[in-house]
């Protein structure tokens, strides 16, 4: 039986999303099956409106469904792909964990495997806390983290945070690109290990 992963991200200008779909290709290359599933958007529609990037983006993903709490039941491993604001994930990704709380009562989300990437304005923009954060939700719930760490050599080429990958806005480059493939497929292996 395939292993189940759920891509769960949120894109305000579309960098996550690139993420996203880079993780969701490798993953089912590694022989998972996969949901793709954004977070709903929060920001006020006129605020969305007021940026032709930011409308563009949501119009790019309308297609793609929001993630529900049947995605994260159903799910043996979670793949999360979102923004940094201020040093912690963006505030519609916490929107969604906050909606979470009859899962995690009910233990339905301990026991899964869950890794996360991020992308900041600058290097140093609060990257490495923003991943940090998504894994101390993750303790709470009681899932397993499977971080990339440096048990690649890609990690030596992608500026090198253990945690997850991490970058810039703007299209995954080829380094990006080998480096999320590698944290997916690193996920589907651990996810089916915990899940078999």
């Not at 233990?107 to 998504?134: R, V």
Request: aromatic share 10%; hydrophobic share 40%.
């Amino acid at each position: 039986m395939a292993t189940k992963i759920a891509v769960i991200f949120y894109s305000t200008y579309g960098t996550n999303h690139g993420v996203a779909l880079e993780a969701a290709r490798a993953a089912e290359e590694a022989g998972a099956e996969v949901r793709l599933r954004r977070c709903r958007e929060t920001a006020p529609e006129e605020v969305v409106n007021g940026q032709d990037a930011w409308r563009e983006q949501l119009e790019r993903m309308k297609d793609i469904p929001e993630a529900a709490l049947d995605d994260m039941e159903w799910a043996d491993g979670y793949f999360i792909a979102v923004p940094t604001r201020f040093g912690t994930p963006a505030s519609q990704f916490r929107a969604f964990v906050d909606t979470l709380g009859p899962l995690w009562q009910s233990g339905k989300l301990a026991n899964k495997a869950l890794t996360a990437t991020t992308s900041a304005q600058n290097p140093h923009g609060g990257q490495e806390t923003t991943i940090q954060t998504i894994y101390a939700t993750a303790m709470h719930w009681g899932s397993i983290i499977v971080a990339p760490g440096y048990a690649d050599p890609v990690k030596f080429e992608d500026g090198g945070n253990p945690y997850g990958f991490s970058c810039q806005p703007g299209p995954l480059d080829e380094t990006g690109k080998k480096s999320v493939a590698y944290q997916a497929r690193r996920l589907v292996e651990y996810a089916g290990r915990i899940a078999g």
